[in-house]
């Protein structure tokens, strides 16, 4: 006679094997891995730029060569890089496509992690002005229960938490200031093509905003012309992924239920999110899956609003979210997402949303962006000469290699597998615990405590306690707590067949 484990028991113990080997696999493989994939990209960089030279052999003007730095685009990343590296002495030539003020409807959520790396870099005072909402936490709803989530912030002072805004008057707020710094040129052009000479980055070739074909040169050229990035390829081997869209809307003069705190609604079939951006203002968040969403034009989209999302947000949100929908405007994006694959390249860097994308839901792109600011800041301290290109990528191979990400979507979003729902409950389930079982996956979200172990921790806590409370006690209940741990203590074990 053989032994049989009870079906669900026997498919989650091989799903927990199989991410513990994923796991510890990764632990010990990724310095590996992160060389040798640097080394054999460094290799290609010959044979790669030769084909992609920017000037085909075109006589175009050139600027002042008398530049450490060239920063192609100034959003978030490139608007407080140019900061940082002009405060630090370097002569900075940044270009923007456009310098008008930016209207997104994403990057308006600056973790308090993120927010620490602003006042490290001496840019804190670019969220003033702005009516930017302080955030201590989340809030998080499912199927009628919600929960909320403060961020760790006792041992801090009061003025330290998330900020919440506009996007794009965050960024002219930080583009001023760069402007403002006699060692960094602000100009707006579109780069088309980086130039490069025996595999090393020499400069850029853009065009000016009266169309004229120009040229800059530096030792070093930094792309974070953002997550459309057109300069992307010539750097990584881009894998973007688009895993959903939001819609997004602008909810006027309503409270939140828990104010100054995001509400992450675990709605069907993936989150709601809800922050306030100004002093009367709550930007609401769809998420829609997959690459295509309802027309807005044909009035389709206000039709799914109104009759599928509409009824599981909080009853207290309800009117001003139906009021959103009718005033009409709503605007959707795609929701990308790119692992940092970098090919180090001599004279060249990629950073921000042009070289790691984050699903939004996470809200962390911001203060990875800063985070990868102050770490290059340091890194290239010591190297005051920018110009010994084979010193210069030791540097930025250092850089590619300490920095990290992570990621949360697919756990938030309801899936018709029983897995997944299961879960998607055990997470919400988790952190309703409270103590460390909230405090550490919120300082890991916050930016306030980003290492990796923290996340393996608590992803294992959470499926432990997901198949403890959904599905191992029923199991237990239903067969018996002395059948299945204590048989030697039942009569009956003993007339049963020995297993073989």
Do not use: W
Not at 95 to 123: A, F, H, N
Not at 149 to 170: C, Q, T, V
Not at 178 to 184: D, F, I, P, Q
Not at 305 to 312: E, N
Request: proline share 7%.
């Amino acid at each position: 006679m053989e032994f049989e484990l009870p079906t669900v028991i026997y498919q989650n113990y091989h799903l927990l094997v199989s991410a513990v080997a994923l796991i510890l696999g990764f632990a010990l493989l990724y310095g590996l891995r992160s060389n040798v994939k640097a080394r054999r990209k460094s290799e290609e960089i010959g044979r790669k730029y030769s084909k992609s030279s920017g000037n085909d052999g075109l006589p175009v003007p050139k600027t002042d060569e008398s530049t450490d730095v060239i920063i192609v685009g100034a959003g978030v990343a490139g608007a407080a890089l140019a900061c940082t590296l002009a405060k630090d002495g370097r002569r900075v030539h940044v270009i923007e496509r456009d310098l008008t003020e930016p209207d997104r409807i994403v990057g308006e959520l600056l973790q308090p992690g993120g927010y620490l790396k602003l006042m490290e870099l001496g840019l804190e005072d670019c969220v003033d002005g702005i009516e930017a909402q302080q955030v201590f936490g989340y809030a998080i709803y499912m199927d009628g229960r919600n929960t909320k989530l403060s961020y760790p912030l006792e041992k801090y002072d009061a003025n330290i938490s998330g900020r919440s805004f506009h996007n794009g008057r965050f960024i002219q707020q930080m583009r001023e200031k760069a402007a403002s710094l006699s060692n960094v040129k602000l100009e707006q052009g579109t780069v088309t093509s980086l130039l490069e000479k025996d595999g090393t980055v020499e400069g850029v070739c853009y065009k000016s905003k009266d169309g004229q074909v120009m040229t800059a040169y530096a030792p070093l050229t930094i792309v974070c012309d953002g997550c459309f990035s057109n300069l992307r390829r010539s750097l990584c081997k881009p894998k973007v992924d688009v895993p959903s869209c939001f819609v997004g809307l602008v909810l006027e003069n309503v409270d939140l239920p828990y104010a100054n705190h995001g509400h992450v609604i675990l709605a069907d079939p993936s989150p709601i999110l809800f922050y306030p951006i100004s002093n009367t203002e709550v930007r609401c968040l769809v998420d829609v899956p997959g690459q295509k969403v309802p027309s807005i034009s044909n009035g389709e989209m206000a039709n799914y609003l109104k009759t599928v999302v509409a009824p599981q947000i909080p009853p207290e949100l309800y009117n001003a979210f139906v009021a959103a929908v009718d005033k009409g405007n709503i605007r959707t994006m795609p929701n990308r997402s790119m692992p940092a694959d970098p090919q180090p390249t001599p004279g060249a860097l990629l950073m921000g949303d042009a070289f790691n994308m984050r699903h939004p839901l996470t809200g962390g792109g911001m203060t990875v962006a800063l985070s990868d600011i102050v770490l290059l800041r340091d890194l290239l301290r010591p190297l005051r000469d920018l110009s010994d290109a084979p010193t210069l990528l030791n540097y930025l191979e250092c850089f590619y290699t300490l920095r990290k990400a992570s990621a949360l979507y697919r756990v938030f979003c309801a899936s018709p597998d029983p897995a997944r729902k299961e879960m998607r409950n055990a997470c919400f389930d988790y952190l309703s615990l409270g103590g460390i079982c909230a405090e550490g996956p919120i300082s890991l979200l916050s930016g306030l405590n980003p290492r990796p172990l923290v996340l393996f921790c608590h992803f294992f806590a959470v499926a432990i306690y997901g198949g403890a409370s959904g599905i191992i006690f029923p199991i237990i209940k239903s067969e018996g707590v002395r059948q299945m741990f204590f048989p030697a203590t039942l009569p009956a074990y003993y007339r049963a067949p020995q297993v073989a």
